[in-house]
């Protein structure tokens, strides 16, 4: 497996910011690479990406150095495990909500004797094979795999003193917008209440030293960096509305002022 530069970039206390992308396109994946994004996730939970169509846009990532991590649709080996095969970089896993489910993500990301990932060494992660021994490619893959817990619920943000001491994982990422809905605010991810949740899950990662990572209004950004926070990500969608948005007034203004 490749260096992981996304754990690297965290590591060394820098920001990284990628994009969602819900639909299985190999060409908008290395586009976006190439664009700058530290990192894309691949939305296997609410997106149409599946195991095979991952492979093509994990490998496009790859071409570009953009770290491919996958959403998938939940916390279990069978369904994390085979994205991994396919050469995914890490995993982001959601709705996280106990000690317990932290340990069982982390167990079925990772290699004896630190998890219980079944080894196979002939897959693309592992270059097919084609290089090194079958132990030197599970230490690896154990050191480079990105495990990533997304807290959604208001239990996990109250079960964060118990969850950031689980070895292993190296981003705790809290979802505003189900976490909004765990709250009864659903969609208010500016809402003060659901800020000050927020605020007090980041306060509690980063006080015991662990990396961060939220959603968010992008004009709340600069707060949640000012906090710690290092792991963001926008959406495919979100920037084509942002920048058709600002196509179209400048283009339509123009044409006004030439009176066409």
Not at 182 to 205: C, L, N
């Amino acid at each position: 497996m490749r260096e992981n530069t996304l754990k690297q970039r965290l590591s060394a206390g820098k920001a990284a910011f990628g994009v969602m992308c819900t639909f299985p396109s190999p060409s908008v994946v290395e586009m976006l690479g190439y664009l700058g994004f530290d990192w894309i996730l691949l939305d296997n939970e609410h997106g149409s990406i599946t195991v095979d169509t991952a492979e093509a846009c994990i490998a496009a990532a790859e071409l570009t150095g953009m770290a491919p991590i996958v959403r998938p649709v939940g916390n279990k080996p069978e369904i994390i495990a085979p994205f991994l095969d396919r050469g995914a970089w890490g995993v982001q896993v959601p709705h996280v909500n106990t000690a317990e489910e932290a340990r069982a993500a982390v167990d079925a990301v990772k290699y004896g004797p630190e998890g219980h990932r079944g080894i196979f060494s002939g897959g693309r992660a592992a270059n097919y094979g084609f290089t090194g021994s079958t132990g030197d490619y599970a230490k690896n893959a154990n050191a480079q795999t990105l495990v990533c817990l997304m807290l959604e619920e208001v239990v996990a943000i109250e079960n964060l003193p118990e969850l950031v001491r689980v070895p292993g994982v190296d981003v705790y990422f809290i979802g505003s917008g189900d976490l909004s809905q765990s709250m009864g605010y659903t969609g208010q991810q500016a809402h003060p209440e659901v800020q000050k949740m927020m605020e007090r899950g980041v306060k509690t990662i980063t006080g015991a030293g662990r990396i961060a990572g939220c959603s968010c209004p992008d004009n709340l950004i600069p707060k949640f960096l000012g906090l710690g926070v290092q792991y963001f990500h926008g959406s495919v969608g979100r920037l084509l509305q942002q920048s058709s948005v600002a196509y179209l007034q400048t283009m339509r203004q123009a044409a006004a002022d030439a009176g066409k």
